[in-house]
């Protein structure tokens, strides 16, 4: 099994930034997704943003334009690079993994923007 290894998260004031880490402890020979999502308290966790094995992205409305994903495919390692982040972007942020038919999560890591 593999354990996906989350960091990056903390307190920010709005309008700063910050960039969430995910690494794979083990080696995955096929990726096929990376992505993250977050859940704030008393919402459903939601898609923020995914990349694929072609190198496709995808975001939700609400962070287009100032996070951006990217991946480290010799690292097994996911990024989500946080800008001008608002008080909304509050949540956990956990991240996903999706090889063949085994889907992977992190632990979840806590982001808090103060306005």
């Known amino acids: 099994q593999v354990q996906l290894v989350e960091s990056g998260g903390g307190l920010v004031q709005a309008g700063g930034s910050l960039r969430l880490s995910c690494a794979a402890s083990r080696i995955i020979i096929s990726i096929d997704q990376m992505g993250w999502h977050r859940q704030a308290p008393g919402k459903q966790r939601e898609l923020v943003a995914v990349?694929?094995?072609?190198?496709?992205?995808n975001y939700a409305d609400s962070v287009k334009g100032r996070f951006t994903i990217t991946r480290d495919n010799a690292k097994n390692t996911v990024y989500l690079q946080m800008n001008s982040l608002k008080p909304e972007d509050t949540a956990v942020y956990y991240c996903r993994v999706v090889t063949g038919a085994i889907n992977y999560w992190g632990q979840g890591t806590q982001v808090t923007v103060s306005s």
């Open positions: 990349i694929t094995s072609g190198s496709r992205t």
